[in-house]
C-alpha cells in the first residue's frame, strides 16, 4: 500500500479556485489509479473524480464536472485536483485514495474499493 497525503484545503468564497494535491510514497506511484472523494458534514463519502495510472482516462461525478479537473504527475507521485467555480456545496472533507490496477478506463472507478486513503483535508466555500 502507499501512505498518501494531502493538502491545498482551506476557506475560500463561491467563485473561487483552489487546488489539491496529494503525494504519494514508494516507487509504483505509476501502478496506481488514484480517486478523490469528499464527505460533508452529516453525509456519506462520495466519489469526486478518478484518474488512470497513465493519466489516460478520468472520470468526474456529474456534479463537479465542468468545474473540477484531476490529474498527476508520476513523477513526483502526486495527484491533484484542481477545483473552479466552487459552490458552497462543494465544502467537504477531500479525501485522496489509491488502488494498485492498470485498468486503462476510469468510468467505473465511483465504485471501486480503493484501499489505500490519506486524512483528507477540509474545503470551506462560503456564500
Known amino acids: 500500500q502507499v501512505q498518501l497525503v494531502e493538502s491545498g484545503g482551506g476557506m475560500v468564497q463561491a467563485g473561487d479556485s483552489l487546488r489539491l494535491s496529494c503525494v504519494a510514497s514508494g516507487r509504483s506511484f505509476s501502478s496506481y489509479a488514484m480517486g478523490w472523494f469528499r464527505q460533508a458534514p452529516g453525509k456519506e463519502r462520495e466519489f469526486v473524480a478518478a484518474i488512470t495510472w497513465s493519466g489516460g482516462s478520468t472520470a468526474y461525478a456529474d456534479s463537479v464536472k465542468g468545474r473540477f479537473t484531476i490529474s498527476r504527475n508520476n513523477a513526483k507521485n502526486t495527484v491533484y485536483l484542481q477545483m473552479n467555480s466552487l459552490k458552497p456545496e462543494d465544502t467537504a472533507v477531500y479525501y485522496c485514495?489509491?488502488?494498485?490496477?492498470?485498468?486503462?478506463?476510469?468510468?467505473?472507478?465511483?465504485?471501486?474499493?480503493?484501499?489505500?486513503w490519506g486524512q483528507g483535508t477540509q474545503v470551506t466555500v462560503s456564500s
Open positions: 485514495a489509491a488502488k494498485r490496477t492498470l485498468i486503462t478506463t476510469a468510468q467505473a472507478m465511483g465504485d471501486m474499493d480503493f484501499g489505500s
